[in-house]
């Protein structure tokens, strides 16, 4: 494995260890060149997924863009990250065994939203107000199911 910070070509590992409820293996390096050290993870790939978005596009499923994108929505909640880690796998193991190589990315979203509702609903609205693209109060209210604003707001 290359490393990150100097480029040699080759690392040394010096622990092992499962993570992700056996789902993934962590492995701490070494490289002997610069005595920089990092983290990996090995995960098991199903296939390779293609995301397709509502522009046409299509583009590789990339795991580390659903985490930013939930780290993003969870920012300041109370969640483990040993949960969110979690959530993401049952996502990207739900989108792989739909057997599909390519997926419009609708599908993704709607994953999401389904899995934060759950864990936080906080996350869940902010998310959704990105994911659906809300641009007035209104659009909150509407989604959360209220008419409008409550009294007690005014007062």
Known sequence: MRCPFCGHMESQVKDSRPSEDGAAIRRRRNCPECGGRFTTFER??????????????????????????LSIALRKRPVDAERVERMVSAIVRQLESMGESELPSHVVGELVMKALKTLDEVAYV?????????????????FLGEEGLSDEQDA
């Open 44 to 69: 098991v790939q199903l296939r390779e997924l293609t995301i397709l978005k509502r522009s046409g596009r299509r583009t590789p499923f990339d795991r580390d863009k659903l985490v930013n994108s």
């Open 126 to 142: 902010r998310y959704a107000s990105v994911y659906r693209d809300f641009r007035e109060t209104q659009d909150f209210a509407k």
